[in-house]
């Protein structure tokens, strides 16, 4: 009997370890998600607050090559302005605007993780909004969840520091992971927003979806 008495301990203790492993694996994801759509939130907060403090500029940063993702320099304005404490969150170039399902964000420059991990980023070597050709913008799924209510006609606005320029869904495509071809060059002010899809799947989604849209 009293040898049983640790064996029997021992499974409880296991048994324990894989509940607690169990929960750590379920709540960390959610967790990270929570975190990310606070992060959105408090960029986004700090773009309208910004944008509001500095005047407008006629320019708008190019779009630098594949890899190189300098942080973006706000113009200085000529008289000078106090900067809100949040202004630090300035990576921010403008924000993208869906009046359908309420959705409003500010959009960062790139799509390296730890960028994507705190809402949507612009595709750096696609066009900046308001120049000729193709605007790039991807998020993670757990982000944009209601954009798959989207459909032809539906408007999207992109919000910059020198104006809005508004843009109609034309379409949606679901496409492999490696497909590129949804980013392809374009002479016409065209918009595309990617995700993963299924919006369901989280970091388990296998494909990718691709909403096009034309400037309005």
């Not at 324990?16 to 959610?30: D, E, H, M, R």
């Not at 975190?35 to 773009?47: D, K, M, P």
């Not at 869906?98 to 980023?121: H, T």
Request: net charge positive; hydrophobic share 45%; aromatic share 8%.
């Amino acid at each position: 009997m009293g040898r049983r008495l640790p064996s029997r301990l021992s499974l409880r203790t296991m048994a324990l370890g894989l509940i607690v492993l169990g929960a750590l694996t379920c709540l960390v994801p959610i967790a990270m998600v929570v975190y990310g759509i606070w992060q959105e939130n408090q960029l986004t907060q700090s773009w309208a607050v910004h944008t509001a403090a500095v005047p407008a500029v006629a320019d708008t940063p190019q779009a630098v090559p594949t890899g190189i993702q300098p942080p973006f320099a706000t113009p200085e304005p000529a008289t000078p302005t106090p900067k809100p404490a949040s202004a630090a969150l300035t990576n921010a170039i403008f924000a993208l605007r869906v009046p359908k399902i309420g959705y409003y964000a500010a959009v960062q420059q790139g799509v390296s993780l730890n960028i994507l991990a705190a809402g949507p980023g612009h595709y750096p070597t696609t066009a900046m909004p308001g120049q000729p050709g193709l605007v790039g913008v991807a998020a993670h799924n757990t982000f944009w969840i209601p954009f798959g209510q989207l459909s032809p006609g539906d408007t999207i606005v992109l919000e910059t520091r020198s104006g809005k320029f508004t843009y109609k869904v034309t379409g949606t495509k679901v496409v492999n992971a490696d497909d590129h071809t949804v980013l392809a060059s374009s002479s016409d002010p065209r918009l595309v927003l990617t995700t993963c899809w299924p919006l369901w799947a989280g970091n388990l989604a296998p494909q990718r979806l691709a909403i096009f849209a034309q400037e309005a």
